[in-house]
Nanobody, 119 residues
Framework: QVQLVESGGGLVQTGGSLRLSCAAS????????MGWFRQAPGKEREFAAA????????YYADSVKDRFTISRDNTKNTVYLQMNSLKPEDTAVYYC????????????WGQGTQVTVSS
């Protein structure tokens, strides 16, 4: 089992920045990739970004590309999501996830952290 705890959410104005963190514990050596997903009110959860644990390959949804940056610190078992140029439509609960297999299917999920972007 892998446990994930997100932090760093909050309220920010349009154009501002936030950095989310996701600390992993447990069987972290088995993790192949970690990702960030988000779910806005009344909408389905959607993929935002992912990173492979070993090589650090990154993947982004078109909606966040060039504004968000995912990174990892394997010594701390932590993944970050730097979010710049935030827009009201980025408002959502952001979830961290970990996968033992690929960037397309996730086995473990955090509890989520709220990000609110005011206009």
């Amino acid at each position: 089992q892998v446990q994930l705890v997100e932090s760093g959410g909050g309220l920010v104005q349009t154009g501002g920045s936030l950095r989310l963190s996701c600390a992993a514990s447990g069987r972290t050596a088995s993790v192949y990739a970690m990702g960030w997903f988000r779910q806005a009110p009344g909408k389905e959860r959607e993929f935002a970004a992912a990173i492979t644990r070993s090589l650090g390959n990154t993947y982004y949804a078109d909606s966040v590309k060039d504004r968000f940056t995912i990174s990892r610190d394997n010594t701390k078992n932590t993944v970050y999501l730097q979010m710049n140029s935030l827009k009201p439509e980025d408002t959502a609960v952001y979830y961290c996830a970990a996968s033992d297999r690929s960037i397309y299917g996730y086995d473990y999920w955090g509890q989520g952290t709220q990000v609110t972007v005011s206009s």
